[in-house]
């Protein structure tokens, strides 16, 4: 009878015995070392949200080449067309691969000028850009194709002629960060339509926007100045400051014909010097003052007056969307901070839900698709990316391991999250990944 080798063991299986027992002990320790450090990785982490799959980090980064600070008001825009996103200020247009942050293009323009003026949009994959003139004023109109950085075509425009205390007077005042003159360009439906300020009959002209061909010029009603513009593609709607009051009009995109013009509010009016922008053309939704919010129909007809609670929270950007037939805006109220939506029919609040944080900053609305994003900065308690549902408010949040600098917009390019950050930063754009 055989007899057993040493370690032998029922079923076949071998004892560890000399160098591969010292083998598995060692890795045995490893393993135990491993679990360690893991363990108070997590440990660490944990308590900051840096949880797989609830994290974002740093994909790629794109710097700014501007030097200084921009000029209040300068022109600050950014597009995202197809798998390129586009950034253009005071010194030109710069395009990146959204997906890698590689540099595709560079758009400057001429010598001893600046642009002045962007339009908030863009139609296919071209832009509206103004261009100061000798005098500084936004004196030139040029189309620039987003895919290529092309200029397709250019044309004068008539610029303001008024001082400034009557530019406040007329309420032309610029509409905010990212508009160097107030609404003066705007996009849609294979047009561009510009704004003509100059003394004596200011109208709007509107052109091919690939060719530049004129297509038609809309004069305003009498005793009444243009001022923001956005065009849809069934309509083109422009605030009138007219003697006593303001107005809401819309035109024909077709042949430039008015359809309708109705006081912003009927009831309570609308006192010139306001600050009007131009929230959404379709549905027609305006601010007022950077606050309450009015709603018109396609036909010009009143809607409610959204009153949202607690004073807008700026981070040199959006605080306001519409999507999905809601407006929902960025306010203070509640402890830390708040997103809030409202039904655009009928102006009832539909949900709220307070941001957690603290000594925080919220910025870069927005709301797409059935979901709604709020980006909220913290020294003390980290950045938190915030993702809600549109139609109940449910929330999911990311958390950022290394968010460089605040953000004041935010564009979602398939997995990736697209960061704009505040002019005069070193930091242009910043895209972040699912960790």
């Not at 160098?19 to 060692?26: I, V």
């Not at 008024?162 to 406040?168: A, C, F, I, K, L």
């Not at 607690?310 to 997103?339: E, M």
Request: aromatic share 6%; hydrophobic share 40%; glycine share 14%.
């Amino acid at each position: 009878m055989a007899g057993r080798t040493q370690g032998e063991r029922d079923g076949g299986a071998a004892e560890p015995s000399g160098r591969r027992g010292g083998l598995g002990c060692l890795l045995t320790a490893v393993g135990l070392l491993l679990a360690l450090v893991a363990g108070i990785g997590w440990a660490f982490l944990e308590p900051m949200g840096y949880w797989p799959g609830s994290s974002m980090t740093t994909a790629w980064t794109a710097r700014s080449d501007t030097d200084g600070t921009p000029p209040k008001n300068a022109p600050d825009r950014t597009w995202l067309i197809g798998d390129t996103v586009v950034r253009g200020g005071p010194d030109g247009v710069r395009a990146f691969r959204a997906g890698s942050g590689a540099e595709r293009w560079q758009y400057a323009p001429p010598r001893l000028t600046d642009l002045c003026a962007l339009s908030p949009t863009v139609d296919g994959s071209v832009a509206l850009v103004a261009r100061t003139g000798r005098d500084g004023g936004c004196a030139t109109v040029a189309a620039l194709d987003l895919e290529n950085g092309r200029e397709l075509w250019h044309t004068s425009r008539v610029p303001a002629l008024r001082t400034p205390s009557e530019r406040d007077i007329f309420g032309l005042r610029p509409d905010g960060p990212g508009v160097g003159v107030g609404g003066a360009l705007t996009v849609a439906g294979g047009l561009g339509v510009v704004l003509e300020e100059g003394r004596g009959a200011p109208a709007l002209r509107a052109l091919e926007l690939r060719t530049g061909a004129a297509r038609w010029t809309a004069a305003v009603p009498k005793g009444c100045v243009p001022g923001v513009s956005a065009a849809g593609p069934k309509q083109i709607v422009t605030v009138l400051t007219c003697r006593d009051e303001m107005k809401v009009a819309a035109f024909d995109p077709a042949d430039g014909s008015a359809r309708w013009a109705v006081p912003l509010d009927a009831r309570r009016g609308v006192p010139t010097g306001s600050i009007v922008t131009v929230v959404s053309a379709e549905p027609i939704v305006l601010r007022i003052d950077a606050r309450d919010l009015l709603v018109f129909g396609p036909d010009g007809t009143p809607g409610p007056r959204i009153e949202p609670v607690g004073p807008p929270h700026r981070l040199d950007g959006g605080d306001v969307a519409v999507s999905d037939g809601r407006v929902f805006n960025l306010t203070s109220g509640g402890r830390w901070g708040r997103v809030v939506a409202h039904d655009l029919a009928s102006g009832d609040k539909l949900w709220e839900e307070d941001l957690g944080g603290a000594a925080y900053t919220l910025g870069g609305l927005h709301a797409e698709a059935g979901r709604v994003m709020a980006l909220k900065t913290s020294a003390r308690s980290g950045d938190v990316l915030y993702t809600l549902d549109a139609a109940t408010g449910d929330e999911e949040e990311r958390v950022f391991r290394d968010l460089e600098a605040p953000a004041r917009e935010v564009l979602p390019y398939g997995e990736l999250l697209i960061a704009v950050h505040p002019g005069g930063g070193t930091l242009s754009l910043s895209a972040y990944e699912p960790w």
